[in-house]
């Protein structure tokens, strides 16, 4: 465990220490690891703002307000993992396809060492090879994936075939993800046709909208979510689920999304699933106001590490709901 004295930890003073993740030690060792927080500064698959390169870099400089305890979860989780700062993997900001082939191996490198992948973004493009390196460890995947867009348009660019709004469709296609065991949440907006939330939903997503969420109200829509989780999951949360006025900095803002508050509860319902990688993505700084987006994807991060350590520590009590949450609540 760290110490205030040793320049390292969330112990520390916000003013204080070096701005990895959490102030943790950064380093490519990783014996004895149980979570690599990996950076994904690539930006190259973004359809309308650019700047997500920038996120992980920001997403640590905030997270230095994370003083460790997780009161909702009842969780210390540095005390039950232990949690490396990895660094950035080094993308390609021309090429899609060599920036993906770099966070593949990346991955790989840190699931072969028995960690776990807790990995900031970057554009939603970097799940698909994260996902590849998860999918060929554990199997096909069972997926959350947090977002206003459905990120299973087939081409966004010509004949392109990747790009953050197709990740999930090549997964599919690919088997990499298992389309029963896969859960969309907070689609919203408008879309170019009709039937660009149909392709997933014919093919057994379970697609969760907005709409559904005001409709159904937060407990039902965690009891729904929780419905399809079983076995490995993967968690990709792009920061754009969250509304514009709690997240502004981000690539394809859409109105009428959660609050903050909402995004903090979803994530904590996720307790006692099998989690074995996640993402935090689409985190645009120079979009930014405040820091807030930053600031509240690194309180997700946190989460998801808490979620990891309550798994862990086996402290998973009745339905997993967290403290001052009901599921059972209408």
Known sequence: MTTPESG??????????????????????????????????????????????????????????????????????????????????????????????????RADAVLAAGATVLALGGDHSISLPLMRAHARKFGPL????????PDTWHREFDEQPYSHGTSFR?????????PSRYVQMGLRGPTPEAMDW?????????????????????????????????GPIYVSLDIDAADPAFAPGTGTPEVGGFTSRE???????????????????????????GDITSILAANLAFELLSLMAVRRRGGLEGNGEPRGFSMRAG
């Open 198 to 230: 149909q392709w997933a939903r014919e093919r057994g997503v379970r697609a969760i909208t907005m709409d559904d969420v005001v409709e159904l109200g937060l407990p039902a829509v965690v009891r729904t979510m929780r419905e399809a989780l079983r």
């Open 142 to 149: 069972g997926v959350v994936h947090f977002d206003a867009h």
């Open 8 to 105: 390292f930890g969330a112990e520390l003073e916000p003013f204080a220490g070096i701005t990895s993740f959490m102030r943790l030690p950064v380093t490519r060792d990783l014996t004895g690891v149980d979570v690599a927080v990996v950076g994904v500064p690539y930006d190259g698959g973004t359809s309308y703002r650019s700047g997500a390169r920038l996120g992980p870099r920001r997403i640590r400089e905030a997270s230095v307000m994370l003083w460790g305890y997780n009161n909702a979860l009842a969780v210390k989780p540095l005390d039950v993992l232990k949690v490396v700062d990895y660094g950035d993997v080094n993308v390609i900001p021309p090429s899609i396809t060599e920036s993906m082939a770099n966070i593949e191996a």
């Open 263 to 289: 995004m903090l509860q979803l994530v904590r319902g996720l307790r006692g699933v099998e989690l074995v990688g996640c993402d935090v993505v689409e985190v645009s700084p120079p979009y930014d106001h």
């Open 170 to 178: 090549r997964a599919i296609e690919e088997k990499i993800i298992d």
